[in-house]
Structure formats: structure tokens, C-alpha cells
């Protein structure tokens, strides 16, 4: 039988997804699971974006432009303007989701052996594109002691080499819920001017900045336009995962027509999701507003919750709606597994994300899970119930 590929043998299982098989086996002895495994959110897709989508009934279903259809373009564009980034229409490509568009973005700047440095924890898909094109990802440790705050520059200087070519951060981060600061920003413009190098900010979770603090987007960084490369996307943001609408937005016209050839060899995004993305986008402030709120109101409870477990430990998150949960087990791949086949509490579990999975070293992440606290109030409530019991029958069961 012919082999396969060193990449897809050597491809990492997604930490998100690979326990999925379990939580379908418990849902059909009867059990009840409570997804906090995934970046699904259960906040209601704008109407609006079905409601284009009705009423465009196009006699003929046709490709689109390979950089998105242009009405959206000027769309994503004025929405960047409302926020006080101003871009044109030619400096976004649309993408079929922010997968893509980091897919595109890594093709288009690095080189096969070429290094990109990634504060770790990081999303576990950042491996998966990189090994696409042969790059090297280096992890910058951060600690959740630290609340997983960056570094301090001499950091990341000790990790530059002539192969690096890029820093990838995630802004509110995904796996860890922290916010950068402005002065963590300004501290990476340094870097990338001095070495020349890109700056990938993944900016999905922008809207979702708790405690009255703000999201700063790096396309706000003076002097650096053409290091700058921000991916984007609809799926968190107005709660349409399913679509797949995301986006490349740069300054640099090098790497946008580079960005835009791979487009062209993939054709195009999907037609009909862009029509339901561009009725989105013309969402008013109040509508993030009113989502954040009740994700800040889902944080406190998750927080409060996960305080009163022994042996838990949790960092104040204040972005995105995720934390990166340390337990008191010695492997959290056997826990999550073991909470979907061998455990229920009032007929439910919880599956969680295994935190090995979100480092280059998955022995960094054994003991912690990445939680994503998308479920309503009452369910993420129950949620903790089954944790907090689980945890409990875990360790009479003699496991460590």
C-alpha cells in the first residue's frame, strides 16, 4: 500500500475534536454532554444574515470574485474605519474562514525552515498551517502564574535567529482569554522593525475585552504598515462559525497579491455566505456590547466556580471566552477522556479540551484543559457541577 505523506503522518489530532468519538458514544448510552470543548458560541446568529440571504435568490449560484465579493469588501473596509483603522476595499481578502486566511498568510511570507515565533499556549490549528509550508513554529513560553502575560522583550530577542521571518500572537488569545496591551503591542513593533520581520495578529475575538479595558489592533501601529497582517473572521463575532466568512486584512501590497494568487487557486469563497457577512457587518456598536456583556457575566461564573474547586487554578481571563484551567490530574487527556466514557453526574458530562494540545511540548499542557465557557448561564452552571463532581470521583477512583 502506498505511504503517506510525512505531513499527514506527523500531523497533530485536533485537541478541540479528537474526543469527539467519546462524546457521541456517552450521547447514545443516554448522557447528556455539555460542550465546553469548542469555540461554538450558543448566542444567536444575527437575523439579518439569514434574512439576506433569502432575499437574494440568484437564478444562477456563481463563483464570486477570488478576493470576495466586492460590496463585502467595502463593507469589512468601513467597518475597520468605524473602529478607527482605516483600510481601503483592495487591502481585505475575503477567505473561507480565518483558517484559510492564516493558511494563505503563512504561505505567503514563510519559506520552508523559515521560524515563526508564537507566545504558547497557543491555538493548536497554528502547528497544523505551519507544517503546510514546512516553517518551524518556536514557542515563547508564557505561565499561567503570569496570567499568561507576554514575555518582556529581551524574550522574544533571545529566540530571533536568521530564520525568523514572523511573530504570530492571537489578540484576545485563544486558548488563554488575555487581552495585550497597548504597551505589549508597542514593545513588538520594536522587534519586528528592528529584525524585519512580520507581525501576524489574529484578531477573531477583537469585540469580546472585559473590565473596561480595549482591544487594540495592531493595524493602529505606526510605522509598521508593511509588517502588519491581521486575519479576521465572522464566526465569533456574530456567532455564524458555520459560514466560514473570514478575511486577510494588510497594508502591504506584496503579501495582498501574493494572498490574492492563492485565492485565485482556490477560486473562491462561498458565494451565499457572503451575501448573509455583508448584511452583518452593518451591525450597530450596541449589538458587541450587548454580547460582551453576557459573556463577562458567563466569565464571573466560570471564575467563581472553578475557586471553589480544590486543587484548581485558573488565571483572570478578560478577553475572548476561553480559560486555560490547570486541574489537580497528572494527565488531563486521560481525564477528558475518562469524564466521557466512565462518568456522569445527573445523567451529564463535560467535555473540555485537553491543554496538550495547545503547546509545542504537549507535556507543558498535562495538567490543564482549555475551557470555552459558550453555553447559557443555567447550562455552564450544570456544567461546573459535573467538573467539580468528576474531579472528585476522579481521584476516589484512584487516579492522579
Known amino acids: 500500500m502506498p505511504a503517506l505523506s510525512e505531513r499527514a503522518i506527523h500531523l497533530p489530532a485536533s485537541p478541540i475534536r479528537k474526543l469527539v468519538p467519546y462524546a457521541e458514544a456517552a450521547k447514545q448510552r443516554g448522557v447528556h454532554v455539555y460542550h465546553l470543548n469548542i469555540g461554538q458560541p450558543d448566542i444567536e446568529t444575527p437575523p439579518r444574515y439569514f434574512e439576506a440571504i433569502r432575499k437574494a435568490e440568484p437564478k444562477v449560484l456563481a463563483y464570486s470574485h ?33 483558517s484559510e486566511a ?33 516553517a518551524k513554529v518556536v514557542p515563547l513560553v508564557t505561565k499561567i502564574e503570569n ?27 485563544n486558548p488563554t482569554g488575555i487581552l495585550y496591551p497597548q504597551e505589549a503591542l508597542e514593545k513588538l513593533r520594536e522587534i ?41 473572521s465572522i464566526s465569533k463575532r456574530f456567532s455564524a462559525c458555520g459560514a466560514r466568512i473570514g478575511c486577510v486584512v494588510s497594508r502591504n501590497a506584496g503579501v495582498m497579491d501574493a494572498v490574492l494568487r492563492l485565492a485565485q487557486a482556490r477560486l473562491a469563497p462561498p458565494t ?10 452593518g451591525l450597530p456598536q450596541t449589538f458587541f456590547d450587548s454580547v460582551a456583556e453576557e459573556y463577562v457575566s458567563r466569565r464571573d461564573l466560570l471564575l467563581e466556580r472553578l475557586s471553589q474547586m480544590e486543587g484548581v487554578r485558573c488565571p483572570h481571563v478578560n478577553g475572548a471566552f476561553y480559560a486555560m484551567v490547570e486541574l489537580p490530574v497528572e494527565d488531563s487527556d486521560h481525564f477528558c477522556r475518562w469524564m466521557l466514557e466512565d ?36 447550562d455552564l452552571k450544570k456544567a461546573m457541577d459535573c467538573l467539580e463532581a468528576g474531579l472528585k470521583a476522579y481521584a476516589l477512583a484512584g487516579f492522579k
Open 343 to 378: 462518568f456522569a453526574h445527573q445523567g451529564a458530562t463535560v467535555m473540555m479540551a485537553p491543554g496538550g494540545g495547545f503547546y509545542s511540548d504537549p507535556e507543558k499542557g498535562r495538567r490543564q484543559v482549555r475551557v470555552a465557557y459558550v453555553l447559557n448561564k443555567a
Open 147 to 173: 496570567d499568561f502575560a507576554l514575555p518582556p522583550i529581551e524574550e522574544f530577542e533571545k529566540l530571533i535567529t536568521p530564520r525568523t521571518k514572523a511573530i504570530l500572537i492571537c489578540n484576545p488569545g
Open 102 to 134: 492564516l493558511s494563505f498568510v503563512f504561505a505567503s511570507c514563510m519559506n520552508p525552515d523559515d521560524e515563526i515565533i508564537i507566545p504558547e499556549p497557543f491555538y493548536a490549528n497554528y502547528n497544523s498551517f505551519s507544517m503546510f509550508t514546512n
Open 272 to 281: 451565499m455566505e457572503q451575501i448573509g457577512a455583508e448584511a452583518v457587518y
Open 192 to 232: 519586528i522593525l528592528r529584525h524585519d520581520l512580520y507581525l501576524i495578529s489574529d484578531e477573531v475575538y477583537r469585540e469580546f475585552a472585559y473590565d473596561g479595558l480595549t482591544h487594540h489592533s495592531v493595524l493602529g501601529l505606526e510605522g509598521a504598515e508593511n509588517h502588519v497582517i491581521v486575519t479576521d
Open 66 to 98: 477570488s478576493a470576495g465579493i466586492e460590496t463585502l469588501r467595502r463593507a469589512i473596509a468601513a467597518y475597520y474605519d468605524r473602529i478607527g483603522y482605516p483600510v481601503t476595499p483592495g487591502q481585505v481578502i475575503v477567505t473561507t474562514g480565518a
